[in-house]
T-cell receptor
């Protein structure tokens, strides 16, 4: 199956700094990428949907100025957590859907963010 | 709006025993249905999916699921579980023929395997 690589897998940052997480589709072109946040022992919460070359669509309650998403190419999307605070500590997962109208989403390995 | 219910938060099964994880969905249209597995600290791996056709679908790792439209269910089964099956399992749904639409996930079922 298609491979989605997410980097870094773990990151620790100081409160007030920014952190960038990358999501790459390695062997396919991902027109659409999704960013999720997962709290311990809970399901995935969709944060935003990004389409290559256009602005991301954020879910209700997600601060777009805090969680900056860029999808500049068909194989790369980035999530930047700006001015991170301890409450932003979480597991972030991206997924990518191939082409237009693709039915299956492939998931990255996730990034564990800890803000100290 | 669509929703997915996984009634069992946590299930414990003996190794070698059979397994059934329940998933019910609420949807006004033909759904695409998925089961994913997540090991601790990892992303999600697709086990199987149903789009159309035969309502009994086979997946990886010996899993299967049956789509029952009359019951709005898509339960996951495995005849004999292995210790390596211990993980979190998520059922998900999206609208058919809407490529960019998001997946809606259930709350997950944590599977524990005892010797």
């Amino acid at each position: 199956g298609a491979v989605v690589s997410q980097h870094p897998s773990r990151v620790i940052c100081k409160s007030g700094t920014s952190v960038k997480i990358e999501c790459r589709s390695l062997d396919f072109q991902a027109t659409t990428m999704f960013w999720y946040r997962q709290f311990p022992k809970q399901s995935l919460m969709l944060m935003a949907t990004s389409n290559e070359g256009s602005k991301a669509t954020y879910e209700q309650g997600v601060e777009k100025d805090k969680f900056l998403i860029n999808h500049a190419s068909l194989t790369l999307s980035t999530l930047t957590v700006t001015s991170a605070h301890p409450e932003d500590s979480s597991f972030y997962i991206c997924s990518a859907r191939e082409g237009r109208g693709g039915t299956e989403a492939f998931f990255g390995q996730g990034t564990r963010l800890t803000v100290v | 709006a669509q929703s997915v219910t996984q009634p069992d938060i946590h299930i414990t099964v003996s190794e070698g025993a059979s397994l059934e994880l329940r998933c019910n969905y609420s949807y006004g249209a033909t759904p695409y249905l998925f089961w994913y597995v997540q090991s601790p600290g990892q992303g999600l791996q697709l086990l199987l999916k149903y789009f159309s056709g035969d309502t009994l679908v086979q997946g990886i790792k010996g899993f299967e699921a049956e789509f029952k439209r009359s019951q709005s269910s898509f339960n996951l089964r495995k005849p004999s579980v292995h210790w390596s099956d211990a993980a979190e399992y998520f059922c998900a749904v999206k609208r058919a023929n809407f490529g960019n639409e998001k997946l809606t996930f259930g709350t997950g079922t944590r599977l524990t395997i005892i010797p």
